[in-house]
């Protein structure tokens, strides 16, 4: 009984941690319409400062946590408010929930890039020097108490706020509707900056009172966010008393696992994937309310030429060929992964770009693959390649059965909390049998893999291997495309503008989400195999829900409509590695360029490749200066191949004669006499332009 009892009170004090957390995130959804992914990365930084302040620098604590708390935290809860939220408060939900998630990345990386993760900073608990209180057979320390009382504390102060003050019923009535709240003298800003400091208060808070308890680790920290997001579902992210109970039940379960769950090699990884567990758990059973906010901004998906698809495709076979030609084995290993990950990356297309489903665990059914392949493909047998297909497409299959019941904000939370459950568990345990047949994961250490044999030939050298996930990547490239224009693809498009419309009018919503959900994890699937011939050897922490965060950003910049997006990401996410290769200082950087560009994304909603078509369109379409720069291009590709220039000089000079051949066919280029539109098709035959509210003004004031 001693022990039970001693259990409960740890699980109690983990419990008020997650409800001081869960509130904040409550809080700010229920006042503004925005899920906060990075509400927990707000609690690291604050954990990781008050270390600073306290152990690093010597500070009292009292003067660290009022700077902490009253300074830092009211600090960033404006600028995120003010920088990044205010300015795509106008756009749709999955760009607001993406600028969260950016936001989430560019925490870790910076909180990697100040604190050294491997140096170790112990935090030592409030009161530490005081007896413990005994309760009976039971023992709470000050800190125990302090953190349950302080969890007291906020929720009376939250009702308190939304119930009998007029700041936190203007805070209500924001919410439910903004133009109204505004006519009765309401400040719908106001409520909405309110909202952003409490909330990040709240997170500092907990982030302080638990990071005693656990290792002062980056990610760690970020991800005990997993426990708060399922109280909050249990609050249905608006009930408050529904998220403490949440938060006690999340507590009290960590805590009762880690006494009574039995020991062997296969159930630690339970407990702690049971958060997650929870999460998805609460996300299926419990009736999810109408979100907040959900408006649709559809961004139009326009069909893939018939013409430039094919020529894209090869253009990326030639693109792997010279750098298969130009770069070392040692360079290859490093961008080779332009194509792997790019097909990973190539996934997000019908399964966001067409259907509008929102997964968060792309990266994660990329590890299946690599297993499946590792395992199965020990030889090179090309139908491992496609068994590694077919059981990543399964587990998008056995994803989507439950996110029928998702949309939106809640489907990220179910796919995300599925990553969480392989990286925590199942990725983790050691090989097991199942009615005679051996299965195996990562085995609790990592998984090699080799090159595939074609026509008789074993395919294993970094260069052979490039070449191979490129023309991969051409295939499902030219794939998509085709699925774009087909009757399915139509009727993805459908299923994105509205799911009710598409079930009214005869769609089956099941075979379509499983349909979809399907072949893009078993895109993914691929890539992840690929990625695995290439780096020879892989591990579960390079498939894990924090590694997979910035591939989903950059795909998203790019535009998840766009064919072209796998080898944009590929790129992007694999090219800024140059900058490492030329100081190594800049590997910091580079891990916050993501983060960076996804909370850019509220000024080119429409992704930054169809930005770059129209930019590169007058080069493409000049008979003179395409067939110059393709010229120039196969002549500094020879120059380099008999080693008359190096790698620099090619990267540098092919750049400059494409910058300046483009800038010379737009300036050849005619400019098009500009069709007289009536005025009532202004914005429809031609886009709206800043002057034409000024003209209509006039015009009616002379009417």
């Not at 209500?172 to 409490?198: H, N």
């Not at 567990?277 to 408006?295: M, Y």
Request: hydrophobic share 55%; aromatic share 10%; with cysteine.
């Amino acid at each position: 009984m001693e022990q039970f009892l001693t259990f409960g009170i740890v699980g109690l004090t983990t419990a008020a941690v997650y409800a001081v957390i869960g509130s904040g995130l409550v809080l700010t959804y229920v006042t503004t319409g925005v899920f906060n992914f990075a509400h927990g990365a707000a609690g690291m930084l604050a954990a990781f400062c008050y270390w600073q302040f306290t152990v690093g620098w010597g500070w009292p604590v009292p003067v660290a946590l009022a700077v902490v708390l009253l300074v830092l935290a009211p600090g960033f809860g404006l600028a995120v408010e003010r920088v990044l939220m205010r300015p795509v408060q106008h756009l749709g939900e999955a760009e607001r929930l993406v600028m969260t998630v950016a936001l989430l990345s560019g925490a870790i990386a910076a909180a990697r890039w100040i604190w050294d993760p491997n140096v170790p900073r112990p935090l030592q608990t409030f009161f530490a020097d005081r007896d413990a209180l005994h309760l009976g057979p039971a023992t709470v320390t000050w800190h125990q108490a302090l953190t349950m009382t302080v969890a007291v504390a906020v929720a009376a102060g939250l009702w308190f706020l939304l119930n009998r003050t007029r700041a936190g019923t203007e805070m209500r009535a924001t919410v439910d509707d903004p133009a109204l709240a505004r006519l009765t003298g309401a400040d719908p800003t106001r409520a909405g900056r309110t909202a952003w400091i409490l909330g990040t208060q709240l997170a500092a808070i907990g982030g302080i009172l638990i990071a005693p308890t656990v290792a002062l680790d980056a990610s760690q920290l970020s991800l005990l966010i997993v426990s708060a997001y399922t109280a909050a579902v249990f609050g249905r992210l608006r009930s408050l008393p529904l998220t403490f109970l949440g938060a006690v039940v999340v507590g009290c379960l960590e805590s009762y696992l880690t006494g009574y769950l039995p020991q062997n090699d296969y159930l630690p990884g339970l407990r702690l994937a049971a958060p997650a567990l929870l999460l998805f758990l609460a996300l299926l059973f419990f009736r999810n309310p109408r979100l907040r906010h959900r408006e649709h901004r559809l961004v139009q998906v326009p069909a893939p030429s018939l013409r430039g698809t094919p020529v894209f495709a090869a253009a990326t076979v030639v693109f792997a060929l010279v750098l298969a030609t130009t770069l070392g084995e040692a360079d290859l290993v490093t961008y080779g992964p332009i194509f792997s990950l790019g097909i990973v990356a190539l996934s997000y297309v019908p399964l966001a770009g067409y259907a509008g489903q929102i997964s968060l665990c792309q990266l994660s059914m990329a590890g299946i693959g690599a297993v499946v392949w590792g395992h199965l493909g020990s030889h090179g047998q090309l139908w491992a390649l496609a068994a590694a297909i077919a059981v990543s497409a399964a587990a998008g299959a056995l994803v989507a059965l439950p996110a029928l019941r998702f949309s939106g904000v809640y489907l990220a939370l179910g796919t995300a909390a599925f990553a969480v459950v392989l990286d925590r568990w199942i990725f983790t345990l050691p090989s097991f049998d199942v009615l005679g047949m051996r299965i195996a994961f990562f085995d609790q250490g990592s998984v090699n893999a080799v090159g595939p044999s074609l026509f008789g030939q074993h395919l294993n050298s970094a260069s052979e291997l490039t070449v191979v996930a490129a023309v991969c990547l051409g295939l499902a490239s030219l794939g998509v495309a085709w699925l774009r224009r087909s009757g399915f693809g139509r009727r993805l498009i459908a299923l994105r503008d509205s799911e009710a419309a598409y079930a009214t009018l005869g769609g089956n919503l099941l075979v379509a989400k499983v349909a979809v959900f399907a072949l893009s994890a078993g895109i993914a699937g691929l890539g992840g195999a690929l990625y695995g011939m290439q780096q020879q050897a892989v591990t579960a922490d390079q498939f894990s829900l924090i590694a997979g965060l910035p591939i989903f950003l950059v795909a998203v910049i790019g535009g998840l409509g766009a064919v072209g997006n796998g080898l944009f990401a590929g790129t992007a996410y694999i090219g800024p590695n140059i900058l490492i290769g030329l100081a190594s200082w800049t590997q910091n950087i580079v891990s916050v360029l993501p983060a960076l560009a996804g909370m850019g994304l509220g000024h080119s909603p429409q992704g930054l490749i169809s930005r770059l078509r129209s930019q590169w369109e007058p080069l493409g379409r000049d008979r003179i200066a395409l067939p110059a720069l393709l010229a120039a291009l196969a002549l500094g590709w020879a120059l380099r191949l008999t080693d008359l220039i190096n790698g620099w000089t090619l990267l540098l000079g092919s750049l400059a004669v494409a910058y300046a051949l483009r800038a010379w066919a737009a300036a050849r280029r005619a400019p098009e006499a500009a069709p007289d539109v009536p005025v009532e098709w202004w914005g429809v035959r031609r886009p709206w332009r800043p002057q034409d509210r000024e003209v209509l003004a006039r015009a009616t004031a002379g009417s």
